[in-house]
């Protein structure tokens, strides 16, 4: 029996049917070229508000505690920011094939294979999201506690429920509201960290050395942290693609979704970067507030919230999506359902019975053990199809061609794996330390598992993977 992809919703209709602040009925089924609307430019704005969250300032904090200098701090964020230009060029698998990245992969995996990895990847959105959402209530719960508007129980329940609120409404209308929410978010947002570049840059230690040489183990460190984030988008890209028209260029997309996720990226990176060679940053929001002026500390309070709602509302999106690649029979608005209460349910354990926050992201971190590999073949197998793929096989189950051996793909199987076994042979980490990692003098080369998987499928598919033709 062939396994279909049913669980979209009606579908039908033309442009209009993509509105803000209206349902999106379209999930992971194709998008009709009928349908197709937009621009390039829209990615701009999509990458660029939703990377201003204070998770880069914590980032480029960290480059320094790992030893850098300010100089080489900055380097380290100006190279991760650079990562956006492949994550933004991945997005050109959604323009031809009009679905999500988790669909895509079925090419490389199999449809069954690619499972395993969609479910790891919803693990991971939900994750951050709950990260991002304890963050944003934080900070307003502290805007709060700062006006004298509530006790510490009902002004954290209350900022809970206007983060959880915000990022659910967004996430929930789908994809035009998303863009929407992302341009317009990201005005304000891009205003209040100018604003914040302003006091921490002067201040900074320029030094261009540090007390001890950070050594391969600080370089390696502060790259794994820098590239994590951008390489956690790329299951991403093509669900905010997909709706873009087939004549869609290449380096237009590239271009405009990479500036977008770069300039934010590093802007806020390099703000961490400065704030740390001035002050403790072992609190990152309270470090950096304490460097401001006492009038911009609410509106510091602001950014933070503002920031953690527009990363949430990307990866609560996707998650939906993700759901529907695993099999949900719900279309993507009652799928979401699922992952909003996840979210919820996560947030109030960490902010109210125990401070598993910390847990979870040292959990978060280890599985990039996975999905550098996993980035790797996935970006191989679509430069060796140069994006050009069966799309009607992608959803046909056991009937089309992107089945294999029993829904397997062997040469990507097998590149993934070992892709992870070199990656965990070399992984660093608070919940895991590999082999390898101490007679390479301290390195972590976790991010090399995605060049090892990519060569190895290179190796193993280069004769049957090919680019789809059209007959006739």
């Given at each position: ?121 919803w693990v991971v959105s939900i994750g951050y999201t709950i990260v991002n959402t304890v963050v944003g209530v934080l900070a307003l719960e502290a805007f709060f506690a700062d006006l004298g508007w509530a006790s510490k129980d009902a002004g954290r329940a209350l900022a809970l429920l206007i983060t959880l609120a ?307």
């Amino acid at each position: 029996m062939a396994q279909q992809d049913t669980s979209a919703g009606p579908a039908g209709g033309n442009a209009s049917t993509d509105q803000v602040f209206q349902v999106e009925r379209h999930g992971i089924d194709p998008i009709p070229v009928e349908e197709r609307h937009g621009g390039a430019k829209d990615l701009f704005w999509l990458w660029f508000g939703s990377n201003l969250t204070f998770t880069y300032v914590i980032n480029g904090a960290l480059a320094v505690a790992f030893g850098l200098s300010f100089w080489q701090a900055t380097a380290v964020v100006v190279l991760g920011g650079l990562s956006f230009f492949a994550i933004s060029a991945a997005g050109l698998s959604g323009v031809r094939t009009g679905t999500a990245t988790l669909v895509v992969s079925r090419a490389a995996f199999g449809v069954r294979g690619n499972w395993p990895a969609g479910m790891l990847n919803w693990v991971v959105s939900i994750g951050y999201t709950i990260v991002n959402t304890v963050v944003g209530v934080l900070a307003l719960e502290a805007f709060f506690a700062d006006l004298g508007w509530a006790s510490k129980d009902a002004g954290r329940a209350l900022a809970l429920l206007i983060t959880l609120a915000l990022t659910f409404a967004v996430a929930l209308w789908g994809h035009a509201t998303v863009q929407f929410a992302e341009r317009w978010i990201a005005y304000v947002l891009a205003a209040g960290f100018a604003v914040l570049l302003v006091f921490l840059l002067p201040g900074a230690d320029t030094g261009t050395t540090t007390a001890a040489a950070p050594g391969a183990s600080g370089w390696s460190l502060a790259f794994v942290v820098m590239l994590a984030g951008p390489f956690s988008y790329v299951p991403m890209p093509a669900d905010y693609t997909r709706y873009l028209p087939s004549t869609t260029s290449l380096r237009s997309l590239t271009w405009y979704g990479a500036l977008g996720g770069f300039v934010s990226s590093v802007a806020l990176g390099v703000a961490g970067v400065a704030a740390a060679t001035q002050t403790d940053m072992t609190d990152a929001v309270a470090g950096t507030e304490a460097l401001l002026p006492g009038w911009f500390q609410p509106l510091f309070l602001a950014l933070v919230l503002g920031g953690s709602v527009t990363n949430s509302i990307i990866t609560l999106y996707s998650s939906s999506l993700n759901l529907q690649v695993l099999g949900v029979p719900w279309s993507r608005s009652q799928a979401i359902l699922i992952s909003a209460a996840v979210t919820a349910a996560g947030s109030l354990y960490a902010l109210f019975l125990t401070d598993f926050t910390s847990s979870l992201l040292s959990f978060l971190s280890l599985l990039i053990i996975v999905f550098a590999p996993w980035g790797g073949v996935f970006l191989a197998d679509m430069l060796m199809r140069r994006c050009r793929y069966d799309a009607p096989a992608l959803h046909a189950g056991r009937d089309g061609g992107y089945w294999y051996r029993s829904g397997h793909h062997p040469a990507g199987m097998a590149a993934l794996l070992a892709g992870m076994v070199f990656a965990a042979l070399t992984c660093d980490s608070e919940l895991w330390t590999g082999p390898l990692v101490a007679p390479l003098g301290g390195a972590d080369l976790t991010l090399l598992g995605s060049l090892v998987s990519g060569g190895v499928y290179w190796v193993l598919a280069r004769r049957t993977v090919v680019p789809h033709t059209t007959p006739g």
